[in-house]
């Protein structure tokens, strides 16, 4: 089946570390993308990468940084520049690399919970 | 700039009707519109481009006035099933990124 992989579902880390979130998809899509999610401040975006090998920053990318070795993988690295990690992090994929007209599926998600 | 949904919240009885709008202070391009259940994954509903028709999906349609920057989310007879927070995103033009509302929480009751 086809889909949209990030592991791991819930993620604890002490104060001071970096973390790597993964994404992982098999729908052949060509861009990627990073959001964050905090209670009732809905979707914000992190990075996104249009092509392999290329990434633009979001509205939050202070903080985080990512890498795009490969179609299929976009991992998201939480650094402890992060001030308020804590928050639900969702990866998403779309076939075509327009973000504004191409429909954006998403993963699971994965709750990173800062001790 | 984030578009703007209302209301924030609202509460059906299984059978009834709901709109939610969304608004930009930006001229748009297109909107996408998306349904989240607690903890889980969005869900894409429906996408609607600059210059392009209503939506619909099954129940739940969807217009989108360019004029006003706005778009609005019809649910009709609604189902149990239809519970969740709804997001739209907007996209400012060809290659521009989405930006999400904060969401409209949806309950419905029996």
């Known amino acids: 089946d086809g889909g949209i992989t990030q592991s791991p579902k819930y993620l604890f880390r002490k104060e001071g570390q970096n973390v790597t979130l993964s994404c992982e998809q098999n729908?052949?899509?060509?861009?990627m993308y990073w959001y964050r999610q905090d209670p009732g401040q809905g979707l914000r975006l992190i990075y996104y990468?249009?092509?392999?090998?290329?990434?633009q920053k979001g509205d939050i990318a202070e903080g985080y940084s990512v890498s795009r070795e490969k179609k299929e993988s976009f991992p998201l690295t939480v650094t402890s520049a992060q001030k308020n990690p804590t928050a639900f992090y969702l990866c998403?994929?779309?076939?075509?690399?327009?973000?504004?007209?191409?429909?954006?599926?998403f993963g699971p998600g994965t709750r990173l919970t800062v001790l | 700039q984030q578009p703007v949904q209302s209301p924030q919240a609202v509460i059906l009885r299984e059978g009834e009707d709901a709109v939610i709008n969304c608004s930009s202070s930006?001229?748009?391009?297109?909107v996408h519109w998306y349904r989240q259940k607690h903890g889980e994954a969005p869900v894409f509903l429906m996408i609607?481009?600059?210059?392009?028709e209503q939506k619909g999906h099954e129940k739940i349609s969807a217009s989108f006035n360019e004029k006003k920057q706005q778009s609005s989310l019809y649910l009709t007879a609604s189902q149990l099933s239809y519970s969740g927070t709804y997001f739209c995103?907007?996209?400012?033009?060809?290659?521009?990124?989405?930006?999400f509302g904060k969401g409209t929480l949806l309950t419905v009751n029996p």
């Open positions: 609607l481009l600059k210059g392009g």
């Open positions: 990468s249009q092509i392999v090998n290329d990434f």
């Open positions: 930006k001229a748009l391009y297109s």
């Open positions: 998403a994929s779309s076939l075509g690399a327009e973000p504004s007209t191409d429909t954006q599926y």
């Open positions: 729908l052949n899509h060509d861009a």
């Open positions: 995103g907007t996209g400012g033009g060809s290659n521009y990124k989405l930006t």
